[in-house]
């Protein structure tokens, strides 16, 4: 299990590979992300790797509210 919340989900190409190795290896990934961005940059850089992580059964949800909260919980852990 792995849960993200953050306000800017922006990451490399490294990061995007290991989720998708674990989503492909059933591991359940859930990412909260703002439905609305403070930064025209960062919402292009964001969405632009959702689809690839909804092809592999990532779930992504969209916050109402913009929060800079930030959040990782794997294998119930809070890191």
Known sequence: ???IANSYFIHDRAVLQVLI????SEVKIRVLVPEFWD?????????????QLLEVSVKIYLHPNF?????????REIL
């Open 21 to 24: 190795v674990a989503a492909l």
């Open 39 to 51: 930064s025209k940059m960062a919402k292009l850089n964001m969405s632009s790797r959702y689809e």
């Open 67 to 75: 929060s800079h909260g930030k959040m990782k919980v794997i294998n």
């Open 1 to 3: 299990m792995v849960r």
